[in-house]
């Protein structure tokens, strides 16, 4: 009981402290959140959504929120080169707080803005103040607990505007360090205008010498795509293996809008993550696309939601996991076709690989269909390497280890080549290969 | 808030239905129900019936009402406390499960006072009624076995024919058994589905009465399928059979169980345990069609034990009631041990079949294979709801699931909630859905041979359930194909 009080105060701190620059506007949003946060119960583990990992693990509890660190340290090592050849803009957070943002000028002059939510908010209310805190209520207002504490408590996160009929070729890049060991909140805005197409690639890592910190982070990004645009959005996630991480994406995509989100998980030590996205208007699309690799004690639990709320939307859903040591990892998603989103189509599947004994995948696809005239399915399998498939790998020379390598990098490479960025790309499949080899090799010696 | 509650849009939507032009043409089915299964008897010749609500005064007279034994009576005491304490799934349909008035329901119905042997000898009010469900003629024929006829909570009528009898094969109703058996009924009764597995099951305990007792001997193969019929007749009348099946070592039975009810206006309550103990080497297969009427609630729990090498099958067709909750379940213990469940729910104008299946692999080499077949219409909503646990060390298990949903109207629902939660490396567990409607290419096609688009629409139904009523035996499948005509009709001409 103390340690909610507690953290109520520490939460009522946060958000004054972080208020103290704000416009008025913003200071009301962050007062009415606050109230929310107060009056919302927890949510029920009855719940898909938290059966496998209760509220309270994600929970401040007594833990302080820490002021961003303001400093980034070394610039990652494709910051350089991809001064423009290779994006457009290219953004560097601590913390949750975009520090730098590198904009090409001829990108500038179009009228393309990348820049910390805060800065926005000071000089671009009339953008702003209709989308922050805009998708709340989407799908069902789900996991809307941890929206209030991000509106209340953000110090951070990335306001992304792309005017409308404007084709980026290059992505955005933002590059995204956290540390210490308190509690961060952030909240992004990414607005796609009508017409327009963007891709923007984030990439989040524990800051150098924060490796093992027990770092809490709550994000929460609303992404809005207009009619006709196109946004693809990366999510690269490294993080170090005692970081608590609850992203949650909510996206709500307009009249033949497309939105393709791809999602890596590699790295956090418990990740509470939710990919909600609304399907609004007839024609919208989403593809989602998620990856996730658990070794050691890592939880994984993603939930996913694609809302079809009109006629002829089309959601497109793979998440693919490999759970290795003594990981766990749950996949929960929902697909709803309202009453009326005639013509529509969905699609849903999750794959698990299982490679340890001590490692675990759990699975609840949920379809909700209203309408009858619709296409919908999902399908979902849990299984260990297939055995054929490293026997004919053996009998081509590989070793065991390799061929199970081979096996585990070909079934999550439709997703890994989906990431921008030869640098950030060679990154994570660097990482993989490391991680896999240490997973494989273990079990190799085990059998 | 709970995401599992009735969306507020599927109820408006049945609301507004009648204003709708009538182009579906599967609309008004079933609108002629009332006419054909919707009598009722007079209930003033009934000999007993137990007051409305639920107390402990209540639970202690129907088990001296029963002359039961100490045990008995202290297992019905503590699953009423069991009852009282749990609090509501808070799952399925919240709505339609916090209507429920457990004050005012009659706990214990005896229809009449005597076991008869002979079906001519049985009360001709009961009689009748069951003669409009054609129970003498499926008697009749020597395909069937044993039938208990369950009318109201007792059961009434029970002939067993003499090779089962002399086989050692025990068919008997609940009561009888607790009687005649009551070494065996101790050891068994409730192992399988603790008072404390869920609210409804404690209800069950804290008041069940009639329901079948069979016992297979070891190595006896049953041929012909057992047969018990179950009819809730008083109004606001539970029905709270417990059904006990035990095949011994290598032996092999089928049960089947089909549920007509006459219609009422204000809610009845279903609310039945099944246990079923299949031993090494046996094999048991339960059927069962519910045909409720739209107002009953079905709320029952279904599991089996599934010892080495047996097999367990449940074959699960759910047409009638308001709510059906039920998911049969199958513990795979043994090594080897296999499950099958084969689903169908029709879910019509304000109904919600939120049905199922539970499948436990807590063993190596143990394999299940779930098909769930669903059809939604007028407003209906249909789900699957399931689970497949796989058990660390159960090796080499291996599951599928197929679920596949029609929905026949835009005002109709189909959910699909599975739930697979697997411990175990070395395992394959696939599982797959589908949701569609009718398909205009195929209408189409039938059409362009010669049939209407009500008997193509028909055509494509039992070709969809097909999967199940391939499982039934003859009769049962001629009746469901009666019932799913009749539930189809109304469109024709």
Not at chain 1, 241 to 250: E, L, Q, S, T
Not at chain 1, 361 to 385: G, K, M, N, R
Not at chain 2, 242 to 251: H, W
């Amino acid at each position: 009981m103390t340690d909610t009080l507690v953290e109520a105060a520490h939460i009522a701190s946060a958000t004054h402290r972080a208020d103290a620059t704000d416009p008025d506007w913003v200071r009301k949003f962050r007062a009415a959140a606050l109230e929310r946060w107060n009056a919302e119960p927890l949510p029920d583990r009855v719940e898909h959504l938290w059966r496998y990992t209760g509220p309270e693990r994600i929970l401040p509890g007594a833990r302080e929120f820490t002021s961003p660190d303001g400093r980034f340290g070394d610039l990652p090592s494709d910051f350089a080169d991809a001064m423009f050849e290779k994006a457009a803009a290219y953004a560097v957070c601590r913390d949750g707080v975009l520090l730098r943002c590198a904009v090409d000028s001829m990108v500038a002059d179009l009228g393309v803005v990348v820049e910390d939510l805060h800065s926005a908010a000071m000089t671009k209310r009339k953008l702003l103040e209709p989308h922050l805190g805009a998708l709340r209520g989407a799908c069902d207002g789900i996991g809307a607990k941890f929206d209030h504490l991000t509106a209340a408590a953000f110090t951070g996160g990335a306001f992304v505007h792309i005017p409308r009929g404007v084709t980026l070729e290059r992505p955005i890049r933002i590059s995204s360090r956290i540390g210490g060991s308190g509690v961060l909140a952030a909240r992004s805005v990414f607005i796609v205008e009508p017409g327009a197409q963007a891709t923007i690639v984030v990439d989040l890592a524990s800051a150098e010498g924060s490796e093992d910190a027990a770092t809490m982070f709550h994000e929460t990004t609303e992404v809005f795509v207009g009619a006709s645009a196109r946004l693809r959005i990366v999510f690269v996630q490294t993080l170090g293996p005692k970081v608590i991480h609850a992203p949650a994406v909510r996206a709500r995509v307009a009249h033949d809008g497309l939105l393709e989100s791809v999602s890596v998980a590699l790295g956090g030590g418990t990740v509470k993550a939710l990919l909600a996205s609304e399907l609004a208007e007839t024609g919208a699309k989403a593809n989602v696309l998620g990856i996730v690799f658990g070794d050691g004690r890592r939880h994984f639990d993603h939930h996913t939601f694609q809302d079809h709320l009109a006629p002829s939307t089309t959601s497109n859903l793979d998440y693919r996991t490999v759970v290795g040591g003594r990981a766990r990892s749950a996949y929960t998603g929902r697909l709803r076709i309202r009453p009326g989103a005639l013509k529509s189509e969905a699609r849903q599947r999750n794959h698990n690989l299982v490679l340890s004994d001590d490692a675990r995948a759990d699975t609840i696809p949920e379809l909700e269909i209203l309408a009858d005239d619709v296409s919908c399915s999902h399908a979902a399998a849990v299984a260990p390497i297939d055995e054929e498939q490293v026997f004919f790998c053996e009998s081509r020379g590989f070793s065991p280890d390799e061929a199970r390598s081979a096996i585990v990098l070909g079934f999550l490479e439709p997703t890994v080549a989906q990431i921008p960025g030869d640098l950030l790309l060679a990154r994570v499949r660097a990482a993989l290969e490391k991680r896999l080899a240490a997973v494989v090799g273990a079990q190799g010696s085990a059998r | 808030m709970n995401p599992m509650d009735d969306h507020p849009d599927a109820t408006s939507a049945v609301a507004t239905s009648e204003t709708r032009a009538p182009e579906s043409p599967t609309r008004d089915i079933g609108a002629d129900f009332d006419a054909k299964y919707g009598f009722h008897d007079d209930e003033s010749t009934y000999d007993f019936k137990s007051k409305k609500g639920l107390d402990h005064d209540i639970v202690e007279m129907i088990s001296r009402y029963k002359k039961e034994p100490a045990w008995m009576r202290e297992f019905r005491h503590r699953s009423l406390e069991i009852f009282l304490s749990k609090p509501m799934p808070k799952w399925g349909s919240t709505k339609l499960l916090g209507d429920i008035d457990f004050d005012n329901i009659h706990y214990y119905v005896r229809a009449s006072d005597r076991q008869v042997a002979n079906w001519d000898d049985l009360d001709p009010q009961i009689k009748k009624t069951y003669d409009r469900l054609g129970v003498p003629e499926a008697e009749r024929k020597s395909l069937l076995s044993g039938v208990t006829a369950q009318y109201e909570s007792e059961v009434v009528y029970h002939s067993i024919r003499a090779d089962l009898e002399k086989l050692g094969v025990q068919f008997t109703d609940m009561d009888t058994a607790l009687r005649e058996h009551e070494e065996v009924v101790h050891r068994h009764f409730a192992s399988v589905i603790p008072p404390e597995d869920n609210k409804f099951a404690a209800l069950n305990s804290a008041v069940w009465s009639g329901g079948s007792f069979v016992y297979v001997p070891k190595g006896v193969k049953v041929e012909i399928p057992l047969q018990a019929y179950f009819r809730i007749n008083t109004e606001n009348m539970g029905q709270f059979e417990r059904t006990l099946i035990i095949a011994d070592e290598g032996s092999q039975v089928h049960y089947v169980e089909g549920c007509t009810a006459p219609t009422y206006s204000s809610d009845s309550l279903h609310s039945a345990v099944v246990e079923l103990i299949a031993m090494p080497g046996s094999k048991i297969r339960y059927t069962t069609i519910q045909n409720w009427s739209k107002n009953v609630y079905n709320l029952v729990t279904k599991r089996a034990v599934a010892h080495a090498d047996s097999r367990v099958e449940w074959i699960d067709g759910n047409l009638g009631s308001k709510l059906t909750m039920k998911y049969p379940a199958v513990y795979l213990v043994g090594e080897r041990a296999h499950a099958e469940i084969v689903s169908v729910a029709f879910s019509g104008a304000g109904q919600h079949q939120d049905a199922g299946s539970k499948v436990v692999h807590a063993a190596p080499n143990t394999t299940s294979v779930i098909t769930s077949k669903s059809i939604s219409k007028d407003g209906g909503r249909g789900s699957y709801r399931g689970l497949v646990k796989v058990h660390k060390g159960a090796t080499g298990a291996k599951v599928n699931v197929k679920c596949d949903a029609l929905i026949l109207d835009d005002r109709s629902r189909s959910d699909t909630y599975p739930t697979m939660e697997v411990d175990e490396r070395r395992v394959a567990i696939e599982h797959e859905a589908t949701v569609s409607k009718v398909g205009e290419e195929q209408l189409f096609y039938l059409q362009s041979r010669g049939l209407s688009a009500e008997e193509a629409t028909l055509l494509i139904v039992n070709g969809f359930i097909e999967p199940f009523t391939k499982e039934l035996p003859m009769e049962y499948a001629v009746e469901l194909n009666r019932l799913i005509q009749l539930e189809m009709e109304g469109s024709v001409g």
